[in-house]
C-alpha cells in the first residue's frame, strides 16, 4: 500500500528504469552465453562426417577415403570409433587440391571469383520485425561458405542480432569504434580503414562486422555533416559503404549486410552499395501491406539519390518469402497474390516455418551447425531441404551475375 502512495517524484525517473532493466537483462546474458560457450564463451563449428564432407566436395565418400589413404589433400581426424571427421578449414583445403589436380572441374571445386567477376553486395532488407531478415542472413552466409566462397557480413543494425548469432555480444564484446561506423563517421581523426573492424568468425570463410547502438551516431550526425558541407564526393553520406567496401574488395566473393529495420542513412548506404537487394517477407496480409510501405518510401528515396547523382545499378532484386505454412490457407493465397504481381522476382523456393530454425535461433545457430539429435531428424532434414533450396537460388542468381551457366 505504501508502494502505491508513493508520489511521482520519488519515484525512479523511466530512463533510470529502463537502463537497470537494460543492465540486469545484459549481465543475465552474459552469464547465459558463459554457461553455453566455457571457458572463452566462444562457439566452435561442428565437424563433418565423411559423407557429409563428400556432399560437400561433390565428390564420391569413396574417393574421400582413398585420398586419405594415399595421403593426399589433409590429413581427417578421427574420432575413438575410427571414423573420419572433418572441419570446415580441412574441406576447403581439399577444394583448393582438386581445383588444382582436375582444372576443368576448378570452378565445380572452388566456384570462388575469378578475375573479371564482381563483387557480389547483398542487402538483406525490411523495416517489418519478424520479416526473418537476420535469419535469411546468417543462413546464406553459412550456406555460401560451405560452398567454398569467402563471405563478409555487416551487422548494419544497431539491434545487433546478426552480431549476436555469430557469438558476439555488443555490450561486452564489441567496443567503441569497433562497428562498421568507425570506417564511415565523419571524425578524420577517429575514421579506420574497414579492415580494421572485421573479425574472423569460428565458420571458416565467414568474417563479420559487428554492430552495437554506437551505429545509430551515424544516423544522428549524417545530417550535420551534409549542414557543414562534408557529404560531398565519395564521402557523401549514401556513398561512404561502397567507397570502404572497395578497401577490402580483393578479399571476397560475397557481401552480406543486414540492413537496419528502418529506412535511414545507414540503409540507404547499403541501398546504395548493393549489387543486389534481397527483401524478406512473411506471406501474411499485414507483412505485405507494411512491405508496401517500406517499398513506396525506398522508391521515394532512391529517386533522391538518382537526383543527387548516385547511380543505381542492382543485378537482381528479390523477394524472399520466409516463415511460409503451405498449408495455412491465407498465406497460400498472398504467395499466389505476390507471384502474380512480382512473378520470377518472387524466388521460387520458400523458407518454411519450422520449429527446427526456432530451436536453432535459441541456442544462437544456423540450421547448418545443428547436430542430429538435436531437432528431430525429420524435422531438422526439411527445414534444412528448405533453406537449402533459398540460398541455392540466390547463389544461382550470383553465379548468373559473374556469366556461369
Not at 563479420?208 to 557543414?228: C, F
Not at 543486414?258 to 547499403?270: C, F, K, N, R, V
Amino acid at each position: 500500500m505504501e508502494n502505491s502512495l508513493r508520489r511521482p517524484q520519488d519515484l525512479p525517473s523511466s530512463a533510470d528504469r529502463i537502463m537497470r532493466h537494460s543492465q540486469l537483462l545484459s549481465a543475465q546474458l552474459q552469464n547465459l552465453r558463459q554457461q553455453m560457450y566455457p571457458p572463452e564463451a566462444m562457439k566452435s563449428l561442428k565437424t563433418f562426417s565423411s559423407k557429409d564432407a563428400a556432399t560437400l566436395l561433390g565428390v564420391a565418400e569413396s574417393t574421400l577415403r582413398q585420398m586419405s589413404l594415399d595421403g593426399e589433400g589433409v590429413i581427417p581426424d578421427r574420432q575413438d570409433n575410427g571414423r573420419r571427421v572433418y572441419t570446415l578449414a580441412q574441406i576447403n583445403e581439399i577444394r583448393t587440391y582438386l581445383a588444382n589436380r582436375r582444372p576443368a572441374e576448378a570452378l565445380d571445386f572452388l566456384p570462388r571469383r575469378r578475375p573479371g567477376d564482381k563483387l557480389q553486395v547483398l542487402a538483406i532488407a525490411n523495416f517489418k520485425g519478424g520479416s526473418a531478415k537476420t535469419t535469411t542472413t546468417v543462413h546464406l552466409a553459412h550456406y555460401l561458405a560451405l560452398q567454398g566462397l569467402r563471405v563478409l557480413a555487416i551487422d548494419l543494425d544497431p539491434q545487433a542480432s546478426l552480431s549476436t548469432m555469430f557469438g558476439y555480444q555488443p555490450e561486452f564484446d564489441v567496443d567503441a569504434n569497433q562497428t562498421l561506423y568507425a570506417a564511415i563517421r565523419y571524425d578524420e581523426r577517429e575514421r579506420v580503414p574497414l579492415s580494421a573492424v572485421i573479425r574472423q568468425t569460428y565458420f571458416d570463410g565467414v568474417d563479420i562486422v559487428p554492430g552495437n547502438l554506437e551505429l545509430m551516431e551515424y544516423e544522428h550526425e549524417t545530417p550535420q555533416a551534409i549542414a557543414r558541407g562534408q557529404s560531398r564526393g565519395d564521402g557523401m553520406f549514401f556513398r561512404r559503404l561502397k567507397t570502404v567496401l572497395s578497401e577490402v574488395e580483393d578479399d571476397y566473393d560475397v557481401v552480406l549486410i543486414d540492413a537496419p529495420p528502418q529506412l535511414g542513412y545507414l540503409t540507404l548506404g547499403a541501398l546504395y552499395a548493393a549489387t543486389g537487394l534481397l527483401i524478406t517477407v512473411h506471406p501474411a496480409m499485414l507483412d505485405v501491406a507494411s512491405m508496401n510501405q517500406f517499398l513506396a518510401m525506398t522508391s521515394d528515396l532512391l529517386g533522391v539519390i538518382e537526383d543527387a547523382g548516385g547511380a543505381l545499378e542492382h543485378d537482381f532484386i528479390r523477394y524472399v518469402l520466409t516463415r511460409h505454412n503451405p498449408h495455412d490457407v491465407p498465406q497460400v493465397n498472398v504467395v499466389a497474390l505476390l507471384r502474380s504481381l512480382f512473378g520470377e522476382d518472387v524466388l521460387a523456393a520458400s523458407v518454411v516455418d519450422t520449429t527446427a530454425i526456432a530451436s536453432a535461433g535459441l541456442e544462437k545457430k544456423s540450421l547448418y551447425e545443428m547436430t542430429r539429435g538435436s531437432v528431430g531428424r525429420d524435422t531438422l532434414n526439411r527445414a534444412l531441404e528448405s533453406v537449402d533450396a533459398v540460398n541455392a537460388e540466390i547463389f544461382r542468381h550470383i553465379k548468373t551475375v559473374w556469366g556461369r551457366k
